[in-house]
């Protein structure tokens, strides 16, 4: 999975105990203020604060490390362009903001569930329930989540079934099985998010707080 | 109670019937369905909870029509699918089962606990915070047993849940859902399981050629792949 997503971790940090608005809007402001700031001393201070506080919420050390390895070399790339171009304090500032804002964004997905993020999504869309039902929005977005690792999947398995065909480096014998069995998992999930009733706005008449029991217990793997 | 009256299923772009007009009534608590790969079983499964819509006839559960009162129906029928993958939408054990619970507990504080107390009750006690991409196979039907079971149906219908697992998962899901308080429709291949039934279904080509008791269902059924063989190998 894509570090960035789907990467939150229990834990008790401070910013485990924020809402998730104020993390989303902590956000919002940060990148504003990284745009509108163009000075390279400020661009690294609020680097290394968002680095701090990325480290604050304990993230899994390997995807972590991957997700910043990817965009330190985004950075670098990007500040190499303006060193080329003579503005070495614009290098610095834009690859301090790019590293900032990306291990803050790593802290607030690290440090906020995804039903915690579901919530907050249907109360911004509360508003606008009319054209959207409001749950719907928040769904999209785990549904994104979700879908990316078994995406990810459907292409590593239609590689290797090339493969084992003796078929290399066809885009053709990749591309093709990959989008029809995404289609198919897409229908899936589609008929899976119908039979749990997600997504159906009508008024509840359901059986509330009956739960059914089981006790056997479960083979361990 | 499950009343399908001549309700009929036709392939949407070439009109190719898919379920001859059906009319059935299902009450015993049990129910298996068995039959050859597309001979229509899953189709007759689907339309207990409105995932399939007849294209004539109708289905009502609990006198609810399917086509009218979907969502009222699949809150009535949980739906257990083969692949439990594409059933588990949110990236965590605990958060799935926490999505079956939004609509049935405001609360977020009482839906974690409920969902805590459905993962325990499951035997997935422990594994609330693991992605459901390291799950294995027979925990992730687990856990896509037990976002249906939250949601508390009355009836759940089940798409040859175990087809996937191996013999240990598949006794397992198997003892729990025939352990389940309430009515169970499986659809399965397995026809060990078949037996342990109070009425089973034989379907081909698109008609339920047979309804009675498990095991001469499945002699039935035995027969007829049997005479299918033969006449394909002639």
């Known amino acids: 999975m894509n570090p960035a997503l789907g990467s939150f971790r229990t834990g008790a940090s401070p910013l485990h105990r924020l809402p998730a608005w104020s993390k989303v809007l902590g956000l919002f402001v940060w990148a504003v203020v990284t745009m509108i700031i163009s000075d390279p001393v400020t661009g690294l201070g609020l680097c290394a604060a968002a680095l701090l506080l990325l480290i604050s919420t304990l993230p899994a050390p390997k995807p972590t490390l991957k997700g910043l390895g990817f965009i330190l070399f985004v950075a670098a790339m990007t500040a190499s362009y303006q060193v080329y171009r003579g503005d070495v304090a614009a290098g610095i500032d834009i690859a301090a903001d790019l590293v900032g804002l990306f291990s803050l964004s790593l802290a607030v997905t690290g440090s906020t569930s995804m039903n915690d993020m579901l919530d907050f999504a249907t109360r911004v869309a509360r508003p606008f329930r009319r054209i959207v039902p409001p749950t719907i929005p928040g769904l999209m977005f785990a549904i994104m989540l979700r879908t990316i690792p078994e995406v990810s999947r459907i292409m590593r398995e239609s590689r290797d079934a090339a493969r084992a065909r003796g078929i290399r480096r066809n885009m053709t014998a990749l591309m093709i099985p990959t989008a029809t069995r995404t289609v198919g998992f897409a229908l899936d999930l589609g008929a899976a998010l119908h039979a749990r009733g997600i997504g159906d706005e009508a008024s509840s008449d359901a059986s509330k707080g009956r739960r059914v029991s089981l006790a056997a217990p479960a083979p361990t793997d | ?234």
């Open chain 2, 1 to 234: 109670m499950i009343e399908f009256k001549e309700a009929a299923v036709v392939a949407p772009e070439t009109g190719v019937p898919i379920l001859h007009p059906t009319t059935l009534t299902l009450d015993e608590q049990r129910i298996t369905i068995i039959g050859a790969n597309g001979s229509g079983k899953s189709t007759l499964a689907r339309l207990i909870n409105g995932l399939a819509l007849p294209v004539s006839g109708s289905v009502h559960v609990d006198g609810l029509d399917t086509r009218k009162h979907g969502a009222l129906v699949r809150r009535k029928v949980g739906f257990l699918f083969t692949d439990p993958s594409a059933q588990l939408i949110m990236p965590t054990a605990l958060e799935d089962v926490m999505l079956s619970l939004r609509r049935v507990i405001r609360s977020k504080s009482e839906r974690v606990k409920a969902a805590l107390a459905a993962l325990e009750d499951i035997g997935l006690g422990g594994k609330g915070d693991v992605s459901v991409n390291a799950l294995s196979g027979g925990q992730r039907q687990l856990l896509a047993l037990a976002g249906v079971l939250t949601a508390t149906p009355m009836i759940v219908v089940a798409d040859e849940p175990t087809t996937l697992l191996d013999l240990r998962w598949k006794a397992h899901v198997g003892a729990l859902l025939h352990a389940l308080p309430i009515q169970l429709i499986e659809v399965t291949h397995d026809l060990e399981a078949a037996t342990k039934a109070q009425r089973t279904l034989v379907i081909d080509e698109g008609s339920v050629v047979f309804d009675g008791s498990p095991d001469d269902a499945v002699a039935h059924y035995r027969d007829l792949m049997f005479r299918k063989t033969k006449e394909q190998s002639a």
